[in-house]
T-cell receptor, first 115, second 118 residues
Framework: GAGVSQSPSNKVTEKGKDVELRCDPISGHTALYWYRQSLGQGLEFLIYFQGNSAPDKSGLPSDRFSAERTGGSVSTLTIQRTQQEDSAVYLC?????????????FGDGTRLSIL | AQKVTQAQTEISVVEKEDVTLDCVYETRDTTYYLFWYKQPPSGELVFLIRRNSFDEQNEISGRYSWNFQKSTSSFNFTITASQVVDSAVYFCALSEASHGNAGNMLTFGGGTRLMVKP
């Protein structure tokens, strides 16, 4: 497709379960970003990939969060032992390069609800 | 540290009114980029505009215009003759050129919810 694709669009799971969120960036975009949008915290940066590598993971809120990107394309964000405070919309964005002047294009997000 | 403030959490106008959304930013970098995004009820963040720190020229695109003033660290967004379809949450965001290993992450303001009534 032409835009950033995220799946699933909605995910409801029980506290303590692991979840995996997927992002398929725009073809040819080398930079990929994960953000989280929640009522209390607004839009927060989580992690950035340039190609397959993530030089800085300090935005991840805890060690239960991890992310990987393979083949310079699809990325997965994994949350282990989910907690209720993990409930949020997880947004993925991609840009053609890592330059700050490059606009980031966002997917529709995954709405995660932890019961 | 970089910071973006959108003091107006919610604005309500009647169709055809003009409305200005305020954005104030903080950064220590001399080179940075400012963005506005629109988030309609469907949820997707839609890119509207990018402005470089070294270009203070105002910009107009149809009913939209942006006023960038470095002296007051502001990047305000005006919608002229608002329409119901303009109803959305609007986010101002900042990216610093020298953010090292975090790439060019966006720091967002809290957003302004604009409601345009018919």
């Amino acid at each position: 497709g032409a835009g950033v694709s995220q799946s699933p669009s909605n995910k409801v799971t029980e506290k303590g379960k692991d979840v995996e969120l997927r992002c398929d960036p725009i073809s040819g975009h080398t930079a990929l970003y994960w953000y989280r949008q929640s009522l209390g915290q607004g839009l927060e940066f989580l992690i950035y990939f340039q190609g397959n590598s993530a030089p800085d993971k300090s935005g991840l809120p805890s060690d239960r969060f991890s992310a990987e990107r393979t083949g310079g394309s699809v990325s997965t964000l994994t949350i282990q032992r989910t907690q209720q405070e993990d409930s949020a919309v997880y947004l993925c964005a991609s840009s053609i390069s890592r330059g700050g002047n490059q606009p980031q294009h966002f997917g529709d997000g995954t709405r995660l609800s932890i019961l | 540290a970089q910071k973006v403030t959108q003091a107006q959490t919610e604005i309500s106008v009647v169709e055809k009114e003009d409305v200005t959304l305020d954005c104030v930013y903080e950064t220590r970098d001399t080179t940075y980029y400012l963005f506005w995004y629109k988030q309609p009820p469907s949820g997707e963040l839609v890119f509207l505009i990018r402005r470089n720190s070294f270009d203070e020229q105002n910009e107009i695109s149809g009913r939209y215009s942006w006023n960038f003033q470095k002296s007051t660290s502001s990047f305000n967004f005006t919608i002229t003759a608002s329409q119901v379809v303009d109803s959305a949450v609007y986010f101002c965001a900042l990216s610093e050129a020298s953010h090292g290993n975090a790439g060019n992450m966006l720091t967002f303001g809290g957003g302004t919810r604009l409601m345009v009534k018919p």
